[in-house]
């Protein structure tokens, strides 16, 4: 099976699915290749892509917070704690990004023309709905997104909220005799968006999951991908690609790197590297 990322991945820039790209999940289904998608996107932002990909796999939004069929019908999904939800909505105020929630299949903003909310919605193509405040929104969230063009803040953020959620609420440490499991998946998406989403929603799982669900092995699952929260799900599979335009970080954590986004990576990554089967080096 091969899993990809979507933004920057499967789609372009400008959020198109090219031929080239269609082609290539036609010849991995019949060489006998499952073919999966993952992102931070809700499962309705990943909708225009499941009829001309003839997509039959479990969808993995959210990073994995919620997986659904192909006609968006709940598997499963896993949420954020009420609490860790206000206290990480503290910390991305005191970084001054603004916050986003994702909640069921509903998007909540403050601000209707905030910094990336238009471009959003162009992305996903469904609108946000607008509230004066979260009162009443922080239970069952599925994702909670801090959003900047600070770039330097948002990966302050990502290190902060890491940090203080690694251990119990309220140390903001680890515990330092014993270690405690995380309270949160804290990852940049793209380098304005911070995703916070449950311990268990991140791309990693997601490659766990989709072993168990469809019955194969974790190294016969490749992964493609262009960010940082790619490497999770780069680290539990038997074989991984970076997109070419990739931070550093990124290309290394991976086996090989394709071309960029822009250049056709998703298509000559199955063509190169799954298709032909190269031995890892």
Avoid at 64 to 80: S, Y
Avoid at 249 to 262: D, I, N
Wanted: glycine fraction near 6%.
């Amino acid at each position: 099976m091969l899993i990809a990322d979507v933004d920057g991945t499967l789609v372009t820039r400008e959020k198109l699915l090219t031929e080239r790209a269609k082609s290539a999940v036609a010849k991995l289904r019949d060489s006998g290749i499952e073919f999966a998608i993952t992102s931070g996107r809700p499962p309705r932002g990943m909708q225009m892509l499941i009829s001309p990909l003839a997509l039959t796999t479990p969808i993995a939004a959210f990073n994995g917070g919620m997986f659904v069929r192909a006609d968006l019908t709940v598997i499963e999904e896993r949420v954020l704690q009420t609490n860790v939800v206000e206290a990480a909505m503290e910390m991305i105020t005191a970084k001054k990004l603004d916050s986003w929630i994702y909640r069921g299949t509903d998007w909540f903003v403050r601000d209707r023309h905030a910094p990336h909310v238009d471009r959003e919605e162009w992305t996903v193509k469904f609108p946000p709905t607008v509230v004066s405040n979260f009162n009443n929104l922080t239970n069952d969230v599925a994702k909670l997104v801090g959003v900047s063009d600070d770039l330097e803040a948002v990966r302050d953020c990502e290190t902060a909220v890491q940090r203080a959620f690694a251990g119990e609420l309220g140390t903001g440490r680890s515990n330092p005799t014993r270690e405690q499991p995380s309270l949160v998946s804290a990852a940049r998406s793209q380098p304005y968006y911070l995703d916070i989403t449950n311990p268990e929603a991140n791309k990693g799982f997601v490659v766990l999951r989709l072993a168990e669900m469809l019955n194969i092995p974790t190294d016969e699952i490749a992964t493609i991908g262009d960010m940082p929260n790619d490497i999770s799900m780069f680290q539990k599979s038997g074989l991984s690609i970076a997109m070419g335009q990739a931070a550093d970080e990124v290309k290394k954590a991976a086996h090989y790197t394709t071309s960029s986004s822009e250049e056709e990576g998703f298509a000559n990554a199955v063509e190169r590297y799954i298709l032909t089967q190269p031995p890892l080096s």
